[in-house]
């Protein structure tokens, strides 16, 4: 009886994921594995093509580039925020949470005023004479990175505030009580148990950032293609479902892989989760 | 945490913060521009582009689509996520472990992969009309905010005081409306705040799902931005943001805002 | 080496909440001295204005004759032993125990012996390359006591050490505390919530309320002769009951209680006593009279209650309502009348509130 119910009631749930994510996503996965040249031709023929190639590796790039960045200030930020006055800080907080509630297009959008031809970077610039001509700083890789590491800063502050708020205040009052000073007390206590809420924020932004489509495909365009923007045209343009399955199917490894190894890590690396 | 902060750090704390804000400011500057092409600091002050909006058919059917796919697909996330949740805590034991993880599939799969999943099996596949399939997408899409979140609040709940209603005669759904839910409303509204922004922001999924009289609000203004270099756009976003700050400020009246922090 | 605490009138606020006031102590060489009070009496905010986690408004703080008012946390060596133990979690046993020695700039052998050594002396040698996590509440309090013990410091303290343990384990690590406090010769200062705690481990207790302390005396002066009504109570005086002189013959002076009832107070049995006095007494202080013409407080005895040495009354006076306890041999109905007379051994004269 007890066990007929607590499944009746996780049923519409389980069954909606299944029918509508995890068939669909297999059966695109299996799609790949069809080719009559063989199991692994388009994976093959992926790897063989330089221009494919050149997608995977700039995606790779710009998440890791964008992952590094964001760890940097974001962990600055939130030690800001998590120390700062109670005032100060609610309109930090907002200031973080606004930005993450507003669409992904809006936010890239934002670039391409400031980026622009007649953007207000261009403007500045021309303005104190440091250039003649308006720089082209749209589609570039630059451009990208850039409105990536906007686009995830905030969610690596409010990862690392919860992170560093969640370190008891007793440990850092117990190493000053035995003779750390401020550093010593960050170096030893406070850094440590922030590495796991780091290698969070980190798997977060990295896979949000290799698996964009918005940003990429505005201010990247067809000269940065990255992996979504390269699914999308393959899947919508050329209708070249296999391709598009294939890269479907990169991502999901290479996000999977991600997700997994580093998530073991930070466990293994996680003292507080138990006690 | 209580240090003493170095004053390099605390100006580098303003600049972090003054490139997370600015360019938000900087869009509201441009919606006002009276040139006919993007610019700021903005040349003359106008309105024009935002009655443009108006003007465009375009812009009022989508963010209509926008606003019911986003109320019914979190309103079916709900159904069945909140079920889902309870029976996560409530039988902890009788379920296996993985079950959990099933409900945040739709956020650990790459969206775009499972827009175009949903795209070429769904849509294709089984030829559910353009409407139907975005509703599909977008609630499961929403499902691990609803599951996660009113989860957290449930996790704090004491199921005895529901065993304690039933001993005291009341009917086991009845005891649902009347004792459980009550007690985990603030995570059901933050559980809908989530997903309702979420939808509407969700650009990865609609982009393969929209068809032709079909599409969702962020689809069209990708679509208006590859087209149009004028500040229409500008005035959509503040327009959005508008809204944006109107349900900040509903959050921090109802749960606070460290709420959504978590 | 031991030296003193010297706590100068200190005044402190939380934000302009003033929670200290004024206040003073001085802990001697070696000694042991408790704070004792409810939560929110100030006994915490002076533990944590010695560490140094708070500033005083006013007032200043001295170790060994050495002013530590301004000094760092970090840099005033006094060993600290916390309520929820506040063990590195990412740290093993015995790096938890190293981590003051560290800091000293002790070189990595002569670190881990000393912590080695430390671990023995409060029995973990065996856990040393365990995790905090993996520790039974007992383990992590005794890390934690190795931790503050091993830097040598000359001033231990102590914030509610033993309120997460369950009453055996408790009643066992206090007596290993004092031990360990006494073969050291540590001077320490020691807050706790719990009298039966307080006044076990103590050389000397102070009785805190509202920021003041109230009384600052041996556990054996606090439990039999407290300053004011506010000890008595506190340790336990059931009835305080109010008098007044109406006449002083010879030694003798006769106090009028509320409800009229006069007794006789000689002097070379009660000490002299004020004009106006509260006599404070325990329920043995009162002994239960059936016989009318006994000098006691009339009353109406309520219910009688079973407590192993003696019966206890609640009994109904013109006094008001006072808690008396009776003899077994003679136990006394519900609703007869008697008179309570006060034990002089057993009764303390305090000053009026």
Redesign the interface.
Known sequence: M??W???A??A???I???V??????A??ILTTFGDPKGVFAPYIAFYNSGFRRTVLYRTLEIALITTAISLV?GF??A??V??APGRIK?I????????L???????S??????L?K???LN?FLLWTGAITEPLSMLYTEGAVIVAMV?LF??LMI?TL??V??G????????????????A??FR??IF??AVPGLIVGGVLVF?GS?????TP??LGGEQQMMM?TF??QR??VTFD?VG??TI?AV??VV??AV?LVMSRIAQR?N????? | ?????HPA??V??AI??I???A??F??VG?SVSD?P?????PRGLTLQWFWNIFAIEAFRSTAITSLQLAVLGTSLSL???I??A???N??RV??PKW?ST??V??I???????G???????SV?LGTPIFLSLL??H??LV?PYS?RVVSASLASFDFSVEEAAISLGCPPLKTFFTVLLPNIRSGVIAAFILAF?TS??D??IS??LTGPGISTL?IQ??AY?QQF?DPT??SV?VL??IV??A??GVVEATLG??F??? | MTVSLEINSITAHYGTTKVLENLSLLVKAGELVSLLGASGCGKTTTLRLV???LTPTSGTIALGGKDLTRL?????????V?Q?Y?????LSVRDNVA??L???GIAGVERSMKADDMLARVGLSALGAR????LSGGQKQRVALA??LV?EPPLLMFDEPLSNLDAKLRVDMRVEIRQLQRANGTTSVYVTHDQEEAFSISDRVAIMHQGRIMQFDTPEELYQRPANAFVARFVGFENLIPMKVVARKGEVATAQAPGGVTLDFPQRRFGAVPDDFVLATRADGLAVSADPASAGIPCRLGLRTYLGRAYQYQCETEAGHLIANGSLAEPLASGSAARLVPVPEQCCVLKPE
């Open positions: 007890k066990n119910t607590c499944w009631l996780a519409p749930a389980t909606a994921v299944v509508f994510l995890v068939i669909p996503v059966s695109t200030l600055l930020a030690w800001i998590a120390n609610s930090l907080i907002i200031a973080a949470v606004f930005p509630l507003t669409g992904v297009v809006i936010r959008f934002a670039w391409m005023i400031i622009g007649n953007g207000i403007s906007y800063t905030p409010l505030v919860g560093l708020e370190i008891p205040q007793d440990l850092v009052q117990a190493s000053m009580s035995l003779g750390a000073g401020p010593a007390t030893q206590v440590p148990l896979t290799f698996t964009s489509y918005a495909q505005i979504g699914l999308y899947a919508m479902w598009a399955s479907a991502m999901i996000t999977f997700v690396l003292p507080m989760a138990v006690s | 945490m209580s240090g003493r902060i750090l605390v580098f704390g972090v913060f490139f997370l804000v360019p938000l900087i869009i441009a040139t092409y993007l610019a700021f600091p159904i069945i996520g079920p889902a309870y029976a996560l409530r039988y009788e379920l079950l099933v409900y599939l739709p650990l799969v790459p969206e775009i992969v499972f175009f999943s949903l795209m070429k099996s769904v596949g599909i997408g609630a499961l499902l599951v922004i509407v922001n650009v990865s982009v393969f962020p203004i990708l931005m270099f756009i500008a976003s959005l943001m944006t700050v349900v900040m805002l460290t959504l922090a978590k | 560490a140094g986690f760092p946390a970090y840099r005033r060596d006094i060993g600290l916390f929820n506040a063990l590195f979690p990412h981590f003051g560290k800091q000293r995790f905090p996590s993996e931790r503050a830097i």
